[in-house]
T-cell receptor, first 112, second 114 residues
């Protein structure tokens, strides 16, 4: 079946611009997760959504980062006023119940 | 601060058994412990998940001691295609609200030699 889909797969933008990254979870999965993978920091948890509950935003690295999940399905991670240190691969995962998280292949973000 | 650690790298020969340990001794969780394999330019791919003692599937085994402060992934007979980076993932519940964070291990780069 269809896995977690992320778009775009690659994004290059100039410092100071805003970017939106999209995640389409596996159909029926109620939990959705965002991570960041960078050379210096490894895999870093950002935020997760469980059903219709308010997400825990404390893992977001700064107030320039925000995320929403509409209708309990698609999620968007937004980075405002991008900085060079935001360059990384942004990964999304989804799961249902006690099953493991299933990951997409990520969006590679490059800030010039 | 919750932290998970793994060996940085390991080398092995084809056909050998490989064991990779993840230490998560200050994680406060009753969540499952999950292991992933990652190839370049791909997302982590699920290998195995367990809660306690031993779990085995068609590709690996997972050993979790009673104190759950570590876990060991065992790959029984590795092949060249198992060359990848392996990560553990654990949940960590912190604070009065009991909110969860998910913490990846530091990753182990496994190189399988012919």
């Amino acid at each position: 079946g269809a896995g977690v889909s992320q778009s775009p797969s690659n994004k290059v933008t100039e410092k100071g611009k805003d970017v939106e990254l999209r995640c389409d979870p596996i159909s029926g999965h109620t939990a959705l997760y965002w991570y960041r993978q960078s050379l210096g920091q490894g895999l870093e948890f950002l935020i997760y959504f469980q059903g219709n509950s308010a997400p825990d935003k404390s893992g977001l690295p700064s107030d320039r980062f925000s995320a929403e999940r509409t209708g309990g399905s698609v999620s968007t991670l937004t980075i405002q006023r991008t900085q060079q240190e935001d360059s990384a691969v942004y990964l999304c995962a989804s799961k249902e119940g006690n099953q493991p998280q299933h990951f997409g292949d990520g969006t590679r973000l490059s800030i010039l | 601060l919750a932290k998970t650690t793994q060996p940085i790298s390991m080398d092995s020969y084809e056909g050998q058994e490989v064991n990779i340990t993840c230490s998560h001794n200050n994680i406060a969780t009753n969540d499952y412990i999950t292991w992933y394999q990652q190839f370049p330019s791909q997302g982590p791919r699920f290998i195995i998940q367990g809660y306690k003692t031993k779990v085995t599937n068609e590709v690996a085994s997972l050993f979790i001691p009673a104190d759950r402060k570590s876990s060991t992934l065992s790959l029984p007979r590795v092949s060249l295609s198992d060359t990848a980076v392996y990560y553990c993932l654990v949940g960590d519940r912190r604070g009065i609200s009991g909110t969860y964070k998910y913490i990846f291990g530091t990753g182990t780069r496994l190189k399988v030699l012919a």
